[in-house]
């Protein structure tokens, strides 16, 4: 949510949001990455990391079938590193505190208006380890962040924690 608010700050044109499980979406692909890490022993803490590319990436560089895209390419002009540390800065004091309110198991719930696709759309999904994609419907996330999917034939949703959402305009 705070890196969201923060790019609409200094972008208000862009429509950011989230890509279970990490990932930092604009139109054109994936502008950023996010990374949460919740040492499970005193002192309670939780390590965010976040990626963004601020300008276009070296297309030499780039894996094959990846679609990074950069603030620079989707807003029309460089952006001011400072002003969008700033943001972030801003945007987390403001998220922290209420995420605080809530119990660690709810956060995933938090994010769900985020998330791109919304609870209740058809997907097609490529789990870590399987050859093959499967295709259902993503009915959210589990307490501890998994996402659930529902498969046409099955009566409950199953749980994954690893894979790549391929397509979510089924």
């Known amino acids: 949510e705070a890196v969201c608010q923060a790019l609409k700050s200094c972008h208000p044109d862009l429509e950011p949001h989230l890509k279970w499980p990490n990932d930092l979406m604009l ?9 949460l890490e919740n040492p499970q022993s005193p002192p309670w803490r ?11 990436p070296d297309p030499e560089r780039l894996p094959a079938g990846s679609r ?18 700033a943001e972030l800065i801003k945007a987390f004091l403001q998220v922290v505190p209420r995420l605080l309110e809530r119990r660690p198991a709810d956060w995933p719930q938090a994010l769900l208006p ?8 058809p997907i097609r999904f490529h789990p870590a380890g399987r050859a093959e994609h499967i295709e259902g ?8 962040g998994g996402l659930l999917l529902l498969q046409e034939g099955e ?11 391929l397509d979510h305009s089924l």
Do not use: M
């Open 27 to 35: 139109t054109r692909g994936k502008v950023g990455g996010l990374l």
């Open 46 to 56: 939780i390590l965010v990391g976040l990626g963004l590319n601020l300008l276009p």
């Open 68 to 85: 990074p895209t950069s603030l620079a390419q989707e807003s029309g002009t460089p952006p001011d590193p400072e002003r969008l540390l």
């Open 114 to 121: 985020l998330l791109q696709p919304a609870p209740g759309s």
């Open 137 to 144: 419907l993503f009915t959210g996330l589990s307490p501890d």
């Open 155 to 165: 009566e409950s949703p199953v749980c994954h924690y690893a894979g790549d959402l």
